[in-house]
């Protein structure tokens, strides 16, 4: 298998230059690994990292476009200062998205911004949540119609533990082992999904075939131990960016991280014909969405 990790030697949030070779591996759904871009705490954030700051209700903090912020305990200060830190980083990764994606500007839709203090190892979760297993991003009650997934991640351990991950084998592979044993998409169970609401928004036969593949990952137990993979150890003081729904990804280990979601539309993206959308479409013979 091909390296799934690009290593880029920047110390800059705003990139130099536009490199076509970085562009066509992070749309080739390979991960873009920045050991020394670091996302730098001010001294008062240093307390911010403890993980009894989350809710107990809530999975992660997060931080929306109108800086609202969720999922967060503590006094006014201690909610202020997390405002100020994730706000921060949202900008940060911005920069860096745009200058390495210049094209992608006017098509990104800003997703929330997210704080994850819990450290990985002691989540109990059922299978289908549990993302120490090798999947894809999809999501059963808000379906996309083949809009991306682009995230930025920083690991920020004070202790300078890494953030461990495991890395699949290209999109495509993985598709050709689960396209098979996947359920046929019935257009009237997405109308009845829609009706009671379980879904957002009519649920697409890519979304279903994405979910489809998100389950029949996780669920194989055998494919995650035998599975072309590597483990990759995301070093505490650096940046990562992938398209998490066309990277298989597992993650193992690890505490403090910050990540920002970004969404764009398959057809804006640089080369339309090497996302997730277009490679279902080609493999299905008809349209999806």
């Known amino acids: 298998m091909d390296s799934q990790i690009i290593g880029i030697d920047f110390a800059d949030w705003r990139m130099p230059e536009v490199n076509a070779d970085w562009i066509a591996a992070l749309e080739a759904g390979k991960v873009l690994y920045f050991p020394r871009l670091s996302f730098e705490l001010r001294e008062e954030e240093k307390s911010l990292l403890r993980p009894d700051i989350r809710s107990p209700k809530a999975r992660n903090i997060s931080l929306d476009a109108n800086n609202h912020l969720k999922g967060a305990e503590g ?31 006017g098509a990104l839709r800003l997703a929330p911004t997210s704080y994850r203090p819990m450290q990985v190892e002691t989540r109990a979760q059922s299978w289908r949540a549990d993302d120490r297993r090798l999947h894809v991003d999809a999501f059963p009650s808000r379906p996309n119609y083949g809009e991306r997934i682009l995230r930025v991640f920083s690991n920020i351990n004070p202790e300078g533990v890494p953030r461990v991950w495991r890395v699949g084998e290209p999109f495509e592979t993985v598709a050709r082992k ?29 979304d279903h075939l994405m979910l489809q593949l998100h389950d029949g990952m996780k669920g194989d137990q055998t494919y995650q131990e035998t599975a072309e993979q590597v483990t990759m150890p995301f070093a505490a003081g650096s940046v990562w960016v992938c398209f998490s729904d066309q990277v298989p990804h597992a993650v193992m280990s690890g505490q403090y991280m910050l990540e920002q979601t970004l969404h764009i539309p398959a057809d804006k993206q640089y080369d339309p014909q090497a996302n997730p959308l277009a490679i279902l479409t080609r493999m299905m013979g008809r349209p999806l969405v």
């Open 75 to 105: 006094d006014a200060a201690v909610q202020q200062a997390l405002t100020e830190m994730i706000g921060r980083f949202r900008e940060q990764a911005q920069t860096l998205v745009y200058s390495l994606l210049p094209r992608y500007q």
């Open 178 to 206: 689960f396209l098979p044993r996947a359920k046929p998409y019935v257009a009237w169970q997405a109308s009845v999904l829609k009706a009671l609401r379980i879904t957002k928004s009519y649920r697409s036969e890519y």
